[in-house]
């Protein structure tokens, strides 16, 4: 009866330590999700990097399930959030950046055909979930966040009108992102150039970078697929 008793009290006592361990993790992420939505995206995004396997390919599935479902929650919920532009878009902004992702996708599918250049290789499962998911959500806060904020401030702060320092703001982000890709040469540097313009135009006229995130994803998802299905 005494080890039962002990077994008993070490179970409750287990118990407790958990639901406690449970109730601060989710204070803090509820508290705190300027800090953890990146640090989420990138914990996603380097699990999907590795999933070759089938049972962690599932795994990957699902956290990216979460994260998207966190990062909608926590829309504008913070001052530093807010300025990132992780917001709710202005209203059809979210059908919007579906269809213009499809139209970025298909431009560029349609030059490439054009000028006889592949879309590259066939990817595997784990690439075509990370560069449709957790990657776009990652480059998004980046370059349509942060910045895009920053660069924006600054030009603002230096005087620039408003109209002119929204456009080279744009324009700025859409080259740096470009040439942040070191596969890009020829091309497909111009073509990212003109797809982080398009993110960027999303950007703005939306006013959410969440907006621009489901428009890079789409388009990353589109390509893949057509590079998938072609065997390219």
């Known amino acids: 009866m005494g080890s039962l008793h002990i077994w008993q009290w070490h179970g409750s006592g287990m ?7 449970a109730r601060a993790f989710h204070g803090t992420i509820t508290a705190n999700p300027e800090l953890f939505l990146p640090v989420a995206c990138l914990f996603v995004w380097q699990v999907t990097a590795v ?3 089938p049972s962690a390919f599932g795994f990957a599935l699902l956290l990216t399930l979460l994260l998207f479902i966190y990062g909608y929650r926590v829309l504008g ?3 530093w959030l807010r300025r990132l532009g992780w917001v709710a878009p202005r209203q059809g902004f979210w059908y919007y950046s579906l269809i213009a992702g499809v139209g970025a996708a298909a431009s560029v599918w349609w030059i490439a055909r054009i000028f006889h250049q592949s879309l590259g290789g066939v990817p595997p499962p784990q690439r075509i979930l990370l560069a ?10 980046l370059f349509r966040g942060l910045l895009f904020w920053l660069i924006f401030a600054l030009l603002r702060h230096r005087g620039v009108p408003q109209s002119a320092a929204v456009a080279a703001t744009v324009c700025l982000t859409a080259i740096v992102f470009a040439f942040s890709h070191n596969d890009r040469n020829g091309l497909r540097l111009y073509a990212t150039i003109l797809t982080g313009l398009a993110f960027g135009w999303m950007r703005v006229r ?6 621009a995130t489901v428009m890079h994803a789409v388009y990353n998802l589109l390509l893949s697929l ?3 299905l072609s065997g390219a």
Not at 206 to 211: C, L, P, V
């Open 132 to 141: 449709s998911f957790s990657g776009p959500m990652i480059e998004e806060m």
């Open 15 to 21: 118990k407790a330590a958990f639901a406690h361990c």
């Open 77 to 79: 919920k913070t001052e």
């Open 51 to 53: 999933a070759a396997k």
């Open 226 to 228: 057509i590079a998938a």
């Open 206 to 211: 939306s006013g959410s970078t969440a907006a």
